[in-house]
C-alpha cells in the first residue's frame, strides 16, 4: 500500500509552513534517506519522552500520504512519533508503557458524521444488529425474557428489517411474542415502518381497539376488529416508541457508560450526534456529567435540534438560533451548530419517491437558514432526493448571496440521488457530504421503492470522484446498524446484511477508511486532532484482530478491535498481551 497515490480529497485546509511545498520536499528527501524510518512533526517531539508506545506492527496512518509504519509513540494523549519500531523503542523510559502489537494491523479510530446514540441511551435495547438469522433473533429475545423480572419492558428500537433475515423474511406475530413474553411488555421496531408489540405492551401502553390511530400512523386491526400487534407508519412508531419508559437518572447514566463502552468495542472512538425524536436537555446531561470527570471515553460532537412544524414553531426557534454560540464544550464533548431536520415538514423519506414541496413550507425551512446563516453557525439538513436537493440548493445560494456561508462547512445529510451538478452546486458553497449505509437494511425495501435507480443510492462513486469534502456514517440506530465495519463494508461491497447485493457505487477500501475518519475529522471541525495517526493528533486508534487492507473484502464486516484508545487511554480491550 506504501506509494500507492490514491485520488481523495486533502482535508488539511489551508497553507501553512508544515504544507509548503519546500517543506514537503525537505521530508521527502529526508525520509528517502532515513528509509522513511521515522517521522516527526513539530520535530521539537523527539526530545521527549513516551506515556506509551506501540512497536511491531502495521501502523496505518491514514494520512495525506497513506503511509504504513510499524509503531508509534504517545505522550500526554497525543502522538509524538510514527516510523520504525527501533526508532519509537527510544522514547521509551522505565515508566512507558509497551504495546507489542505483534504484527496486527492499527487504524485511526472511526468517527461516525451522523449518528443518534445520545438518544439511544434513554433504553437498554435488544439489538438486532447484524443478525442474518430470524430464529437467532428469536433466540436473543426468549433470553432476554428469561433475564428480565415481570413487567420490565423489552425494546428493540429499530435497526433491523425482516429483509436481512435469509431463513424466514417474517416479523414477529402477536400470539408468538405472547406465547414468548406473557408477562412483558415487548416492542420491536422495524426501521420506522413498523412496530410490532405483545398483549402485555399494548395493555402497558392503554392501546386498545378504541384507540384512535396516531397522526402519521395505523393502529391495525383484525376483520372483525381485533388489535393485530401491528402498529405501522413513521407517526405509529413514534406512538409506540414515547410509550417505552425511560431510565431513572442513575440508571441513565449507567447506560450512557455502557452504551459508549459497546460503541468503543465496534471501533467508534467519535461522533456527530443528530438529536432526534424526543430529545431533551436529560438525554445530554449524562454525558456532561461524564465528561466533566474525565470519565467520557468517546469524542461526543453535537447538534441542537429542533423540528419546528409550523410557522408558530420556527417564530419561537429564531430567538434561540440569535442566542446560540458556535462551537461550544471542548473536544470531548462540544456543541458545533444547528441540524438536522431545518424545518419539519420539507424532511424527505428514503423509501418515498414524493417529497413536499410546497413553497410556503419551503420560505419556512429558509427562515430559520437564514437565521443560522447570520449568526455564523455550522448547519446540517436531511436531504435525499434529486428534485428536493434542487430546491434546498436555490434557497441555499440565494443565502449565500446576502450572508456567505462557504466558510461554515454547511452538509447536507444523505444525498441518496445527489447528482454531478448538485455536487458541484455544494462544491461551490463550501458545503460537505454525510453519506450513509442505510441500505445495510433497507437495500431490499429501496429496490421497492426506486427500482432501477436504488442501484445508485447512495452514489459513493459518484461522490469520491467530485472532489466534494465527504464521510461515511451511519444514521444509527433506528434505520441502520451501528457498527462502523459493516459501513465499510458496505461501501466496499454493496451488500446488505444478508448478502443481498444492492448498491453498485462501491468504492475500494482505502478511499472508504479515509472517508470514516480523516475525511470525517473535517466534517466536525477537528481535523487538526483527529482522523489520522500522525505526530501531533490525538491517539485515538485501533489495534485489530485482522488486516483490514488484505482481508477478503466480505470479511470487512467481521472484523473487530481488540483495543480501543481515546487520547492514548486505553477504553476497550480483548486481548492480553
Known sequence: MQGKQIKQWDSSGGASIARSPLFLLCLRVLGVLCGEAFFLLPFTYAAQVADTILVNGKIVTVDDQFRIAQALAIKDGRI???????????LAVGGTRKID???????????DNHAHWIRAAEHDELRFDGVTSRKKAIEMLTARVRAAKPGDWIATLGGWSEEQFTDDARGFPLAEL?????????????VYRHSYLNTAALNAAGIDANTPDPRGGKIEKTADGKLTGVIAGAGGVAFVAAKVPLFEKDAWLANTRTLVTQLNSTGIT????????????QHYEPYQYLVERNELNARVFWTTIRQPATPQEVDKVLPEIAQQKPFQGNDWFMNIGWGESVYNPVTTQLLRKESNKNPEDIAQMRRVAEAIAARGLYLNSHVEMSDVIDIFLNEYEAINRAQPIRGLRWSYSHLDQVTPAQLERMKNLGMTAQIHSRPLIQGALMHQAHGERAWDMPPFRRIQDSGIPWGLGSDATAVTTSNPFYTLWFATTGRMIGGRHVNRQSITREEALIAHTRNNAFIIFQEANLGALAPGKYADLLVLDRDYLKVPA??????????????GKVVYESFKQ
Open 554 to 567: 466480505d470479511q470487512i464486516k467481521d472484523i473487530k478491535p481488540l483495543m480501543t484508545m481515546v487520547g
Open 80 to 90: 509524538v512519533a510514527v516510523g520504525q519500531s527501533a526508532q519509537i523503542a527510544k
Open 178 to 190: 405472547d406465547r414468548i413474553a406473557p408477562n412483558n411488555p415487548v416492542v420491536i421496531q422495524a
Open 270 to 281: 467519535a461522533w456527530l450526534d443528530a438529536g432526534g425524536r424526543g430529545m431533551g436537555a
Open 101 to 111: 502489537l505483534k504484527g496486527r494491523t492499527v487504524i485511526p479510530g472511526l468517527i
